[in-house]
């Protein structure tokens, strides 16, 4: 079956920095644009980044991280990351990876991310 699953979330203070995982099983990875979302208090959920698959090597970021965030893959390893740098309160929030570029049929449970000092 088709498993999503995030790591790297935690705690971490203004202009830091962390990189997301998120492992991807059950499917043919490479075949499969993946995408970033997430959730703040109180908020609805917001498109933070996705990318193609590789032969078409396209991303495309929310304007709020844009310059900030890298959504990368690494598909021998069935693997998407978010490098999130200079992190702003406002970024705090539940980081789900979702399968797909525009439309998603899978979701990961998501990983916390809270950027306080």
């Known amino acids: 079956q088709v498993q999503l699953v995030e790591s790297g979330g935690g705690l971490v203070q203004p202009g830091g920095s962390l990189r997301l995982s998120c492992a991807a099983s059950g499917f043919t990875f490479s075949n499969f644009g993946m995408s970033w979302y997430r959730q703040g208090p109180g908020k609805e959920r917001e498109l933070v980044a996705s990318i193609s698959v590789s032969m078409i090597h396209r991303t495309t970021y929310g304007n709020s991280v844009k310059g900030r965030f890298t959504i990368s893959r690494e598909d021998a390893k069935n693997t998407v990351y978010l490098q999130m740098n200079d992190l702003k309160p406002q970024d705090t929030a539940k980081y789900y990876c979702?399968?797909?570029?525009?439309?998603?049929?899978?979701w990961g449970q998501g990983t916390q991310v809270t950027v306080s000092s």
């Open positions: 979702a399968r797909g570029w525009a439309e998603h049929d899978y």
